[in-house]
């Protein structure tokens, strides 16, 4: 098939029978579980071995079991108790500052607002207090025997100890724990709390906190500990977690999708995700958030989970590429996720802060500039975007707030509805009033912030907990872009894609972002053998059309990797040159894949 076979949008006439979409993406870092050990049984016998050799040549041994937020707390000090032989037993807990301290200390960050708090420059340290941390220290270090020592925060309280366990937690499981009221936020008792609280307390204080906290110990981690499953405990050594996060950084890999029902959420996912299908319906599919997602690490016959946020911690360069790291430090600023309104709703009448307004108000050094890919669609598919010419912004602000009374809005007079089909791009700047309407599947290309929505109007229905959402008006009415209307939005919004290159059996277009976004997305359609080059810095790509491709070094530098439809994977920097083409079932079939990456 040469290259005049290509048609670029043209879709492929296939039928998905069976979803081969791979839930559970795990990594093989080792061959055998030699470093590994899981149950309590044999964690707990690993242990206590390397104690025993410790003491073989110093009379007094610390093990540091330090933690992040959301662990079972006392289920994990119990287990240590009772499998662990000690002479003394610490709990960092107990030095902690009294909670009604804490909660004012955190109150600035926290805030009144039911959604937003502000980033917080909180240290782990400012949780305790001073003279209960030097009366553990001393009682540490005059320890006769074995101490064990746990909690939050405890190596920042006593140093790293002779063996230091890290007891890490991946960010969704944090959430469904928080949902089920079973956690606390860090250094109160607030398990009660609903769980959009507790989400607020984590994101902008506790995570940033101990995620700082988390980078200090990653090289002096001697085991990680992993708790994600409660009944299936997993401790692998700190080596082999290193040399985990090394490799996944030098070739393609994929982070662990997590799936969310919602009010406005579709029938899709269901069907190409393989999901439940007695639930209601999902509405976001999280697939390439590495500050939420998590990574899975095999070892021989085992499979950890750790959050994917310690690669961009502990590589940063080779992931991200110099330029990119230079620009966002340890962070990763591109997020995929899916959006399913099939047979849904629409989701809310919303805007974005501008890049100003998210660091006066929130702290952040970036926005959350936006795109929807349209990954699938039916007829009467529709995207609300940018103003229409000549509107009256104080009347549509006016009316907006009136709709919270009335119920009613009439979305149609003031914003643009433009019908959309499979495969377009629509480009969402921050400040642009956007809405993709139901009967869409949208593949969101954009900037990492992602919970800086501004809903403007809700379309008069009800959150998943029988209340209404939460408006925002007072704060869009001061980010959305007026001049963003109807010529220039269909102008430099909608499509505005470009033929750039093309190959043996390959066609690349430019298809966005906006100017003013610092995303750039590429699209390939392809049956032959697409040439990729990471340009050093990261690369995000999903297969947006086609069955299964594989993505190859021409130097061999990583093994081949397969990926099927609708799965996002991630090119680090480092791995320069890579192929993409169809594979298997795909041979022979036009492909696609839309890639994005930080401009330079
Ligand atoms: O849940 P609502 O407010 O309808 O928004 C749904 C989604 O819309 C998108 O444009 C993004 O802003 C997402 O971050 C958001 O989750």
């Given at each position: ?97 009294e909670e009604e301290d804490i909660r004012e200390m955190v109150y600035p960050y926290l805030t009144d607002d039911r959604v937003f708090g502000k980033l917080t420059s909180l240290e782990i340290q400012d949780y305790f207090d001073p003279k209960a941390v030097e009366t553990l220290k001393k009682q540490v270090a005059s320890g006769q025997g074995v101490t064990v020592v746990v909690g939050e925060g405890a190596a ?402 990583f093994e081949p990797f397969v990926v099927h439809y609708a799965e996002t994977f991630i090119v680090p920097a480092a791995v320069g040159e890579y192929t993409v083409r169809p594979h298997g079932e795909s041979v022979g079939q036009q492909c696609a894949t839309i890639k994005a990456f930080v401009r330079n």
């Open positions: 098939m040469d290259r005049s076979d290509l048609v670029a949008g043209a879709e492929v006439n296939e039928t998905r029978i069976t979803s081969n979409y791979d839930k559970h993406p795990a990594i093989r870092v080792e061959a055998t579980d030699e470093n590994c050990w899981a149950g309590w049984k044999h964690i707990s016998t690993q242990l206590q071995k390397h104690v025993n050799e410790r003491r073989q040549y110093q009379p007094n041994v610390v093990l540091v079991v330090d933690c992040y937020q959301g662990v079972y707390w006392e289920s994990l000090e119990k287990t240590l108790r009772d499998t662990l032989e000690y002479d003394s037993f610490v709990v960092t807990r107990t030095a902690y500052k920042a309280v006593v140093g790293h100890g002779d063996i230091l366990v890290y007891v890490d937690m991946a960010r969704w499981e944090i959430q469904l724990r928080m949902r089920r009221h079973e956690v606390n936020n860090l250094g109160v008792q607030n398990q009660q709390a609903t769980f959009s609280q507790q989400y607020k307390q984590g994101f902008f204080i506790d995570w940033r906190v101990l995620d700082r906290h988390k980078q200090t110990l990653m090289d002096s981690w001697d085991y990680v500990l992993d708790t994600n499953k409660h009944n299936e405990p997993k401790l692998v050594r700190g080596t082999s977690i290193r040399q985990g996060l090394k490799l996944v950084s030098n070739k393609p890999f994929r982070v662990v999708p997590f799936f969310d029902p919602g009010p406005w959420g579709g029938q899709w996912m269901k069907e190409v995700c393989d999901l439940d299908k007695s639930a209601e319906n999902y509405a976001w599919c999280f697939d390439c958030v590495p500050e939420e997602n998590s990574l899975l690490l095999r070892f021989g016959q085992h499979v950890v989970e750790i959050p994917s946020i310690n690669l961009v911690f502990a590589y940063p360069q080779s992931l991200l590429g110099q330029h990119v790291y230079q620009r966002f430090g340890r962070e990763f600023p591109i997020r995929f996720d899916f959006l399913d309104t099939m047979e849904g709703g629409n989701l809310s009448l919303q805007v974005h802060p501008t890049k100003e307004y998210i660091k006066e108000h929130f702290g952040l050094d970036y926005t959350q500039d936006e795109s929807y890919y349209m990954l699938d669609t039916r007829e009467d598919a529709v995207v609300y975007l940018g103003t229409k010419n000549g509107i009256d912004p104080t009347e549509m602000i006016d009316k907006l707030r009136e709709a919270q009374q009335t119920s009613r809005f009439d979305a149609e007079k003031y914003v643009n509805k433009w019908p959309v089909k499979k495969h377009d791009h629509v480009l969402i700047p921050a400040g642009t009033v956007h809405c993709s309407g139901r009967n869409s599947m949208v593949l969101e290309i954009s900037a990492t912030p992602y919970i800086f929505t501004f809903k403007l109007w809700d379309w008069d229905r009800l959150g998943l907990d029988g209340k209404p959402r939460p408006i925002h008006i007072d704060h869009g009415e001061k980010v959305i872009q007026w001049d963003r209307q109807t010529e220039w939005t269909k102008k430099n919004l909608i499509n505005a894609i470009e033929k750039i290159g093309e190959g043996d059996g390959w066609i690349e277009e430019k298809t966005g972002l906006h100017a003013s976004q610092f995303i750039e997305t590429r699209r390939h359609w392809f049956t032959g053998t697409v040439p990729h080059h990471t340009g050093n810095t990261v690369n995000v790509l999903n297969l947006i059309e086609g069955r299964e491709a594989i993505v190859e070094s021409p130097s061999g530098a």
